[in-house]
């Protein structure tokens, strides 16, 4: 197997960390000799805001409660770190959280290039804005406040779809549209067969 770099994209409540999930499993399964480098920005921000220390960390928290989208230079850097610290040509790479505007997917292009990684795969998670807006407020995350929902749905639709537009585009990159109203087992069966992994 090859290594692959996917990049997941989709609303929040799409079922991207689920699916990530499901297919980092897969990939370990299959290819246990290399290394699969996981990195979910959002995460990573709701790691930094709960440590709460430092004025970024405060900072941080007070805005992931309000939807709106973090600054790039703060995304650069948790990705770029998680890259450095974990990422080399051979290993995969799933990514969710980036990019979410254009302007980070020519960032993330640069990084591609330097560690070597010209073939990408995007899996687009198509999934109506009713349906992972009653998503967002089952899971009763803190965050989700019927404000930063539409805040982050807003964004989405404005400046993180252009980025599919971008990659559908870009050569070497293949989109993959997913049926994101399937059950998650579907989803998850869609995926391994867009990668070539059933």
Do not use: C
């Not at 930094?48 to 939807?67: Q, Y």
């Not at 330097?114 to 899971?139: D, W």
């Not at 559908?168 to 997913?178: C, G, M, N, Y």
């Amino acid at each position: 197997m090859n290594a692959l770099t996917v990049i997941f994209i989709g609303p929040q409540g799409s079922g991207k960390g689920t699916q990530i999930e499901k297919l980092d499993a897969i990939m370990i399964e299959k290819d246990p000799v290399r290394r699969v480098v996981d990195i979910q920005t959002g995460r990573r921000f709701r790691s930094l805001a709960a440590r709460s220390e430092t004025f970024a960390e405060k900072k941080v928290a007070v805005t992931l409660d309000t939807g709106v989208l973090q600054p790039d230079f703060l995304t650069h850097i948790l990705w770029g770190e998680a890259m450095l610290d974990q990422l080399d040509p051979k290993s995969h790479l799933l990514i969710d959280g980036f990019p979410r505007t254009v302007p980070q997917a020519h960032v993330l292009d640069d990084a591609f290039k330097f560690f070597e990684r010209n073939e990408i795969h995007v899996i687009n998670l198509e999934t109506p804005e009713e349906v992972v807006r009653a998503r967002m407020v089952s899971r009763a995350r803190a965050d989700d406040t019927t404000e930063s929902i539409e805040e982050r749905l807003r964004w989405y639709r404005e400046d993180t779809l252009p980025v599919l537009q971008y990659y559908r585009l870009r050569a070497q990159t293949h989109v993959h549209d997913i049926d994101g109203m399937d059950t998650i087992e579907g989803v998850h069966q869609q995926i391994l067969k867009a990668l070539n992994l059933n």
